[in-house]
């Protein structure tokens, strides 16, 4: 079992910048696939960024790429999400979630909501235009 916190939301305004943390205990940390997903009021949740378990691979959504960087430390059990230039748009609860099963093996599977195991309990972020 994992648990997943996530911290580092807040208000901001456009053009700025926040870094969202996800800290995770339980299994060993290095061992699975972490996702970033955001959702929006009356929206679905999606994807956004993701990595693998040794930090090598990462996949993006397309409006994100350029914008926002995600990677992990192993030894502090963390994976982090930078976001530069916010827009908006990028309003949303963002969660963090875990692939025990290390199925996101490429960017289709890595962004399905539903390869994913344990969720956190989410942090909003709100930017202003």
């Known amino acids: 079992q994992v648990q997943l916190v996530e911290s580092g939301g807040g208000p901001v305004q456009a053009g700025g910048s926040l870094r969202l943390s996800c800290a995770a205990s339980?299994?060993?940390?290095?061992?699975?696939?972490v996702g970033w997903f955001r959702q929006a009021p009356g929206k679905e949740r999606e994807f956004v960024a993701a990595?693998?378990?040794?930090?090598?691979?990462?996949w993006y959504e397309e409006s994100v790429k350029g914008r926002f960087t995600i990677s992990r430390d192993n030894a502090k059990n963390t994976v982090y999400l930078q976001m530069n230039r916010l827009k908006p748009e990028d309003t949303a609860i963002y969660y963090c979630?875990?692939?025990?099963?290390?199925?996101?093996?490429?960017?289709?599977?890595?962004?399905?909501?539903?390869?994913?195991?344990?969720w956190g309990q989410g942090t909003q972020v709100t930017v202003s235009s």
């Open positions: 979630a875990a692939d025990l099963q290390n199925r996101g093996l490429n960017y289709a599977l890595a962004s399905r909501v539903s390869l994913y195991d344990y």
């Open positions: 339980g299994r060993p940390f290095s061992s699975y696939v």
């Open positions: 990595i693998s378990g040794s930090g090598s691979t990462v």
